[in-house]
C-alpha cells in the first residue's frame, strides 16, 4: 500500500463508518536509535501536508516493545536539545488528538480500499495454526449461543469466566508473526497447547449445555433418539452422520424416523472405526436449535424420487453432473442441470508450485510457475445410495500422495469435497484449481463481518471461509463459489480460481537467508492433513445463492447428540433465534459481560438495507431491526422487560 497523501489518514469501511489510522513511518522495529529517529522523521517525505505532530515508536522489538535504558536516555537528551523538534513521550491517543487539531482536514486523506499487501505467503503457510484458528472461533462461538441459551431456559450458570479464558487463548494466537506461520518452529507447540486447551473448554461447555437442554426434551418415544443441534440462527438442510451409537440395543438391521415416528430414507455408511457401520440421513433443523430424530429396530422400505446415479468416472444427482478424467482424477465436467450451464472446464486441479520463497513470501505477488500436478489417478465408486454418492480418487506427485473424495446428494444440492493430504515437499506451494466458463467475472472474498471485491489479474489474496466470482456464462449473469473450513490464501486470474492449501519453506526463514539443504533444518507442512471444500455454482450472484451463510455451514456443522429416553417439558423441535432477512447474519449469542443482559450481534451480508425480524420463538419474542448495507449491528436486551437498545462492539 502507498500513502501518497501522508501516512495517517482516514479509513472508511464498506458500512461507511471510519476511523483514524496512521501508518509508522520508516518501519515497525525498533531498536537503540531513538536520536536517529527523532532527527529524521521531521523530514520524512510521507508526512501529510502541514503535519507538525509526528508520532515515532521506541523500544526492542516489533511495534517498539521494551522501552531499554539507551533509548530513555536518548530521548531524555533529545528533550534538552533545543536544536531538535520539541520531544515528549506519549500515547496514541494524545498523537491522534494532537494531529487533529493542528492538520488541515484537507490534510487527511480517505482510504476506502484494503491495506494491502504485506508478506503474502503469510495466508497460506503452516496450515495447521491456521486449522486451529478457525476451529476455535467457530467452536467458542457455538458454546457461547448454547451456553445462553442453557442460562435462559433452565438458569444454568453461564460459563462467563471459562469463556473469557479460552477467547484470550485464540487471541493470543492471533499475534502477527504466530497466527501467520512465520515463529520458530517451538513457539508451535505452545500454541497447539493453548488452542487445545480453548477447543476442549469451549466443547465441554458447548457439550453441558446441550445436554442441560436436551435432558428437559420429551424422548419418551421408542427407539434411539438423536437430538440434531444446529448451532446456527438460520434454518438449515444438511446430510447427518449421527455415528454408530445410535444402533445400540437395537435389532439390526434398523431404520431411521423423524419426530412423528415416521420411517425417512437413510444410508449405511462406514462408522468411526473398522468393522462398524452408521445410518447417513438428510434432517431439515430450525434456526439454531433441535430436531429430534430416532433409531428404531427393524427395516423400513422409504420411497425416494429425486435422482441420484454414479459409475467408473461421474457422479450425477438433480441438481448436477460432475465427470472425471480417469488418469488425472481432476473434473472435466461440472453441469449445471437446473440452469443448463458448463460450469468448469477443469476441476479440483491440484498443482505444485515452485516456491522458493521464505517463510513470509517476501516480496511475491504471485505463484505461477508450476513444479508439475498431481495424476497417475485410481478412481472408485465409493459409495452409492439413498442419501449419498461418493467418488474416491487418490492421485500422486513426486513423493506425496493426496486421497480425495466428491460426494454428491439425493436431497440437497451440497458439492463436498474432502482432500487427506500427505505432503513431502521442500519449497513447494499446493494450489487447488478451478477452470470456470465465467468471463468478465467480478472476485469477491469474504472478511470477518463482510466482504471484499478484489483484483483479478492473479495476485494472491488474503480470505476467509469463501471467495467467489460471478461474471457471465452461456449469455446469463453466473457465479462460482468456493468455501473452505481452513484456508485463508487465494488467487482468481482468467477466470480460473485457486485456493492456496498449503507451502512448505522452511520455519522463521527470513530473507536473505540462505537455506541451505545439508543442514537439518525443519520444513513446515510436512506429513498428513485434511482440507475440505465445498462447491456452490450458482445463477446470479453470491448474494441470493446465500454463499455466506453455506460457509458458516461448513464451518459449523450440525451437533449430533444421543440423548436417553425421558418424559420433558420441550417438544421434540425448537428454535431459539432467527433472523427474517436472507441479506442479514447472526453471528453472535451471548450475556453480557456485565450483568445480565443478552447480546445479539450480526451484519448485512449483501450491501442493501436489511430490514428484519429478530425473533425468539421459544420465548414468543420478535424485535424489529434495520441493519443498513454492510452494517455490524449489536443490540442489547433486557431480559426482565425485554427491551432493546443498540451498542458498541464492547456493549456500551
Same mark, same amino acid.
Given at each position: 500500500?502507498?500513502?501518497?497523501?501522508?501516512?495517517?489518514?482516514?479509513?472508511?469501511?464498506?458500512?461507511?463508518?471510519?476511523?483514524?489510522?496512521?501508518?509508522?513511518?520508516?518501519?515497525?522495529?525498533?531498536?537503540?536509535?531513538?536520536?536517529?529517529?527523532?532527527?529524521?522523521?521531521?523530514?520524512?517525505?510521507?508526512?501529510?501536508?502541514?503535519?507538525?505532530?509526528?508520532?515515532?515508536?521506541?523500544?526492542?522489538?516489533?511495534?517498539?516493545?521494551?522501552?531499554?535504558?539507551?533509548?530513555?536516555?536518548?530521548?531524555?537528551?533529545?528533550?534538552?536539545?533545543?536544536?531538535?523538534?520539541?520531544?515528549?513521550?506519549?500515547?496514541?491517543?494524545?498523537?491522534?488528538?494532537?494531529?487533529?487539531?493542528?492538520?488541515?482536514?484537507?490534510?487527511?486523506?480517505?482510504?476506502?480500499?484494503?491495506?494491502?499487501?504485506?508478506?503474502?505467503?503469510?495466508?497460506?503457510?503452516?496450515?495447521?495454526?491456521?486449522?486451529?484458528?478457525?476451529?476455535?472461533?467457530?467452536?467458542?462461538?457455538?458454546?457461547?449461543?448454547?451456553?445462553?441459551?442453557?442460562?435462559?431456559?433452565?438458569?444454568?450458570?453461564?460459563?462467563?469466566?471459562?469463556?473469557?479464558?479460552?477467547?484470550?487463548?485464540?487471541?493470543?494466537?492471533?499475534?502477527?508473526?504466530?497466527?501467520?506461520?512465520?515463529?520458530?518452529?517451538?513457539?508451535?507447540?505452545?500454541?497447539?497447547?493453548?488452542?487445545?486447551?480453548?477447543?476442549?473448554?469451549?466443547?465441554?461447555?458447548?457439550?453441558?449445555?446441550?445436554?442441560?437442554?436436551?435432558?428437559?426434551?420429551?424422548?419418551?418415544?421408542?427407539?434411539?433418539?438423536?437430538?440434531?443441534?444446529?448451532?446456527?440462527?438460520?434454518?438449515?438442510?444438511?446430510?447427518?452422520?449421527?455415528?454408530?451409537?445410535?444402533?445400540?440395543?437395537?435389532?439390526?438391521?434398523?431404520?431411521?424416523?423423524?419426530?412423528?415416528?415416521?420411517?425417512?430414507?437413510?444410508?449405511?455408511?462406514?462408522?468411526?472405526?473398522?468393522?462398524?457401520?452408521?445410518?447417513?440421513?438428510?434432517?431439515?433443523?430450525?434456526?439454531?436449535?433441535?430436531?429430534?430424530?430416532?433409531?428404531?429396530?427393524?427395516?423400513?422400505?422409504?420411497?425416494?424420487?429425486?435422482?441420484?446415479?454414479?459409475?467408473?468416472?461421474?457422479?450425477?444427482?438433480?441438481?448436477?453432473?460432475?465427470?472425471?478424467?480417469?488418469?488425472?482424477?481432476?473434473?472435466?465436467?461440472?453441469?449445471?442441470?437446473?440452469?443448463?450451464?458448463?460450469?468448469?472446464?477443469?476441476?479440483?486441479?491440484?498443482?505444485?508450485?515452485?516456491?522458493?520463497?521464505?517463510?513470509?513470501?517476501?516480496?511475491?505477488?504471485?505463484?505461477?510457475?508450476?513444479?508439475?500436478?498431481?495424476?497417475?489417478?485410481?478412481?472408485?465408486?465409493?459409495?452409492?445410495?439413498?442419501?449419498?454418492?461418493?467418488?474416491?480418487?487418490?492421485?500422486?506427485?513426486?513423493?506425496?500422495?493426496?486421497?480425495?473424495?466428491?460426494?454428491?446428494?439425493?436431497?440437497?444440492?451440497?458439492?463436498?469435497?474432502?482432500?487427506?493430504?500427505?505432503?513431502?515437499?521442500?519449497?513447494?506451494?499446493?494450489?487447488?484449481?478451478?477452470?470456470?466458463?465465467?468471463?468478465?467475472?467480478?472476485?469477491?472474498?469474504?472478511?470477518?463481518?463482510?466482504?471484499?471485491?478484489?483484483?483479478?489479474?492473479?495476485?494472491?489474496?488474503?480470505?476467509?471461509?469463501?471467495?467467489?466470482?460471478?461474471?457471465?456464462?452461456?449469455?446469463?449473469?453466473?457465479?462460482?463459489?468456493?468455501?473452505?473450513?481452513?484456508?485463508?490464501?487465494?488467487?482468481?486470474?482468467?477466470?480460473?480460481?485457486?485456493?492456496?492449501?498449503?507451502?512448505?519453506?522452511?520455519?522463521?526463514?527470513?530473507?536473505?537467508?540462505?537455506?541451505?539443504?545439508?543442514?537439518?533444518?525443519?520444513?513446515?507442512?510436512?506429513?498428513?492433513?485434511?482440507?475440505?471444500?465445498?462447491?456452490?455454482?450458482?445463477?446470479?450472484?453470491?448474494?441470493?445463492?446465500?454463499?455466506?451463510?453455506?460457509?458458516?455451514?461448513?464451518?459449523?456443522?450440525?451437533?449430533?447428540?444421543?440423548?436417553?429416553?425421558?418424559?420433558?417439558?420441550?417438544?421434540?423441535?425448537?428454535?431459539?433465534?432467527?433472523?427474517? #432477512? *436472507?441479506? =442479514?447474519? !447472526?453471528?453472535?449469542? @451471548? &450475556? +453480557?459481560? /456485565?450483568?445480565?443482559?443478552?447480546?445479539?450481534?450480526?451484519?448485512?451480508?449483501?450491501?442493501?438495507?436489511? #430490514? *428484519?425480524? =429478530?425473533? !425468539?420463538?421459544?420465548? @414468543? &419474542? +420478535?424485535? /424489529?431491526?434495520?441493519?443498513?448495507?454492510?452494517?455490524?449491528?449489536?443490540?442489547?436486551?433486557?431480559?426482565?422487560?425485554?427491551?432493546?437498545?443498540?451498542?458498541?462492539?464492547?456493549?456500551?
Amino acid at each position: 500500500m502507498r500513502y501518497t497523501d501522508g501516512t495517517t489518514f482516514w479509513w472508511q469501511a464498506n458500512d461507511g463508518s471510519e476511523i483514524l489510522a496512521c501508518c509508522l513511518q520508516e518501519n515497525y522495529v525498533a531498536r537503540n536509535d531513538a536520536l536517529d529517529r527523532i532527527k529524521r522523521l521531521p523530514h520524512n517525505p510521507h508526512l501529510n501536508p502541514g503535519q507538525t505532530e509526528i508520532i515515532g515508536f521506541f523500544g526492542v522489538g516489533n511495534h517498539g516493545g521494551g522501552p531499554t535504558k539507551v533509548a530513555i536516555k536518548q530521548i531524555l537528551d533529545a528533550q534538552k536539545d533545543t536544536g531538535l523538534a520539541n520531544v515528549k513521550f506519549s500515547t496514541l491517543l494524545e498523537y491522534f488528538e494532537g494531529f487533529q487539531k493542528k492538520t488541515k482536514k484537507t490534510a487527511i486523506p480517505r482510504i476506502t480500499t484494503d491495506l494491502q499487501h504485506h508478506a503474502r505467503g503469510c495466508y497460506s503457510v503452516h496450515s495447521e495454526v491456521k486449522r486451529l484458528n478457525r476451529q476455535g472461533e467457530h467452536v467458542l462461538m457455538a458454546a457461547e449461543r448454547f451456553a445462553t441459551i442453557a442460562w435462559l431456559l433452565q438458569g444454568h450458570p453461564y460459563p462467563q469466566a471459562a469463556l473469557e479464558h479460552s477467547w484470550k487463548h485464540v487471541l493470543y494466537n492471533q499475534f502477527h508473526d504466530i497466527l501467520a506461520g512465520t515463529s520458530i518452529e517451538e513457539s508451535y507447540n505452545d500454541t497447539r497447547d493453548q488452542m487445545g486447551a480453548a477447543k476442549h473448554a469451549a466443547r465441554h461447555i458447548l457439550n453441558e449445555s446441550i445436554q442441560t437442554i436436551a435432558r428437559t426434551i420429551d424422548t419418551s418415544d421408542e427407539g434411539n433418539t438423536i437430538v440434531v443441534v444446529n448451532p446456527l440462527p438460520w434454518p438449515v438442510k444438511t446430510v447427518v452422520n449421527p455415528g454408530g451409537m445410535v444402533g445400540r440395543e437395537l435389532t439390526h438391521p434398523y431404520h431411521i424416523a423423524d419426530e412423528k415416528g415416521k420411517p425417512i430414507p437413510s444410508q449405511a455408511a462406514d462408522g468411526d472405526r473398522i468393522g462398524h457401520t452408521t445410518k447417513l440421513f438428510t434432517a431439515e433443523v430450525p434456526a439454531l436449535g433441535y430436531r429430534c430424530f430416532s433409531a428404531k429396530s427393524g427395516a423400513k422400505t422409504v420411497k425416494v424420487a429425486k435422482t441420484l446415479l454414479g459409475g467408473r468416472d461421474f457422479l450425477d444427482n438433480e441438481w448436477w453432473r460432475i465427470e472425471f478424467d480417469p488418469s488425472t482424477g481432476q473434473m472435466l465436467r461440472l453441469y449445471d442441470k437446473k440452469n443448463k450451464v458448463e460450469t468448469l472446464t477443469k476441476g479440483n486441479v491440484l498443482a505444485c508450485m515452485v516456491d522458493s520463497s521464505d517463510t513470509w513470501s517476501h516480496g511475491y505477488d504471485e505463484f505461477r510457475n508450476e513444479a508439475g500436478r498431481f495424476g497417475s489417478a485410481s478412481l472408485e465408486l465409493l459409495e452409492l445410495g439413498d442419501i449419498r454418492a461418493t467418488m474416491r480418487i487418490v492421485s500422486t506427485f513426486d513423493k506425496s500422495t493426496i486421497d480425495q473424495t466428491v460426494s454428491v446428494y439425493r436431497d440437497v444440492d451440497t458439492i463436498d469435497c474432502k482432500f487427506r493430504i500427505n505432503w513431502q515437499q521442500k519449497y513447494t506451494m499446493l494450489k487447488l484449481g478451478y477452470e470456470t466458463t465465467i468471463t468478465e467475472g467480478t472476485a469477491t472474498y469474504d472478511t470477518a463481518y463482510g466482504s471484499q471485491v478484489r483484483n483479478t489479474q492473479g495476485f494472491e489474496e488474503p480470505g476467509q471461509k469463501w471467495f467467489d466470482l460471478t461474471g457471465t456464462a452461456n449469455g446469463k449473469t453466473y457465479g462460482f463459489g468456493v468455501l473452505n473450513d481452513s484456508k485463508y490464501g487465494f488467487d482468481v486470474r482468467d477466470g480460473i480460481m485457486r485456493v492456496t492449501m498449503l507451502r512448505s519453506p522452511a520455519y522463521a526463514h527470513h530473507d536473505r537467508g540462505r537455506y541451505d539443504s545439508s543442514k537439518p533444518w525443519s520444513i513446515i507442512d510436512q506429513g498428513w492433513q485434511t482440507v475440505h471444500i465445498q462447491l456452490v455454482p450458482h445463477k446470479g450472484g453470491w448474494e441470493a445463492a446465500n454463499v455466506a451463510k453455506k460457509s458458516w455451514e461448513l464451518n459449523e456443522p450440525v451437533i449430533v447428540h444421543v440423548e436417553s429416553g425421558h418424559k420433558g417439558a420441550l417438544p421434540a423441535n425448537a428454535s431459539f433465534l432467527n433472523a427474517t #432477512a *436472507a441479506n =442479514v447474519l !447472526l453471528t453472535v449469542l @451471548k &450475556k +453480557s459481560e /456485565d450483568g445480565k443482559d443478552l447480546i445479539i450481534r450480526g451484519y448485512e451480508t449483501a450491501g442493501k438495507t436489511g #430490514a *428484519a425480524k =429478530v425473533q !425468539l420463538p421459544h420465548w @414468543k &419474542k +420478535s424485535l /424489529d431491526v434495520t441493519f443498513a448495507p454492510h452494517e455490524i449491528k449489536t443490540i442489547r436486551i433486557n431480559t426482565k422487560t425485554w427491551k432493546i437498545r443498540e451498542t458498541n462492539l464492547l456493549e456500551e
